[in-house]
């Protein structure tokens, strides 16, 4: 029903910084929860974090150990700031939600999924 894309992905060095984008053309994210998740080779999937719609809340940004979710409606973009990468942060990252949900949290199944975006941090 609805495809979400992950980018911005790559290689950094530990205590690099990236900002990872989630975005679902002809679809208004800003309605839905979006969670990230990530899965190292090897390991279960995790959830990151969660942020909530903006609808009826004013600053659903949140905030997380050294992640940070937001939110730019205008570009119809959902965002995983990471600061001071770590090497066990290297995983593929998701972005995902749930149709009937505006709030987190999210469930641990979700039906929408993006392909994911590799985060590579090297020592």
């Known amino acids: 029903q609805v495809q979400l894309v992950e980018s911005g992905g790559g290689l950094v060095q530990s205590g690099g910084s990236l900002r990872l984008s989630c975005t679902a053309p002809?679809?208004?994210?800003?309605?839905?929860?979006i969670a990230w998740f990530r899965q190292a080779p090897g390991k279960e999937r995790e959830e990151v974090i969660c942020?909530?719609?903006?609808?009826?809340?004013p600053y659903p940004d949140s905030v997380k150990g050294r992640f940070t979710a937001s939110r730019d409606n205008a570009k119809n973009t959902v965002y995983l700031q990471m600061n001071n990468l770590k090497s066990e942060d290297t995983a593929v990252y998701y972005c995902a939600t749930d149709l009937n949900r505006s709030n987190c949290p999210l469930p641990t199944y979700l039906d929408h999924w993006g392909q994911g975006t590799l985060v590579t941090v090297s020592s």
């Open positions: 002809g679809f208004t994210l800003d309605y839905y929860a």
């Open positions: 942020i909530s719609s903006s609808v009826g809340n």
